[in-house]
């Protein structure tokens, strides 16, 4: 996952909205998202050379998500895949602040990471390259491939788009979410950061969807909760290119 822009208790109706987007290596095998069978409560999409995911939720309201955090110049081969990180917390019986304890004690194994971890009682955010994990207050967040709310292009413009839809009068419909995950302007030269990865490719990965001949947006996720904890997930896969070949959605 490498965007995620969310709202934590904006609005009393709908308490806990999500829209993100996976970007990918198109040559990864992927499944699209479904109940697994393997752990029928856990909805989520699955990676599978590494059996983990990058953003679920469970039948009780347990949810994870991660983004990598970008910096190559630091990474570790050896270490274990990010992705068991939102697996183990879906599948596991721990609560949000042991899973939480242990993962600030053993995240130094992992390659960099930022990851939302909740339940019904509360959202938490911890990354491997920030500070302690720390319980979100109600707002509107952004996250891509660096900290929470960095003020990465990307991220200033999805959110503003999705603060304008979270407070405004119209309906919260998942078609609005998916055309503000779809745009895929890239930021001015001036405004990319430098994360080591070189200018064309900061190019690339500004836009908000991305689309190139070997990686881009594999799949946009939103996740509406209502005030009743009624879930409403849906999800569009793509496959190199802008037009998705299915979208699917689950509510309860």
Known sequence: MCLIVFAWRQRPDFPFIVAANRDEFYDRPTLAADFWE????????????????WLGITRQGRFAALTNYRDPRNVKEEAPSRGWLVRDFLTGGESVG??????????????????????????????NRGGPPVSLAPGVYGLSNHLLDTPWPKVRRV???????????????????????????????????????????ERLLSAIFIVSHIYGTRSSTVLIRDEAGGIMFAERQFDNGPEPWMTARFTW
Do not use: C, M
């Open 159 to 201: 959110r503003e788009g999705f603060l304008r839809v979270v407070n405004g009068d119209g309906p919260l419909e998942a078609e609005v979410f998916f055309a503000l995950l779809g745009d895929r302007r890239q930021a001015p030269d001036g405004e990319l950061p430098d994360t080591g990865v070189g200018l064309e490719w």
């Open 98 to 127: 042991e899973y939480l304890s242990r993962l600030e004690k053993e995240g130094s194994r992992y390659n960099g990471f930022s990851i939302v971890l909740g339940d019904a009682g509360g959202l938490h955010y911890y990354s």
């Open 38 to 53: 393997d752990h029928p409560e856990v909805l989520g999409g699955r990676d599978l050379k590494e059996q983990g995911t």
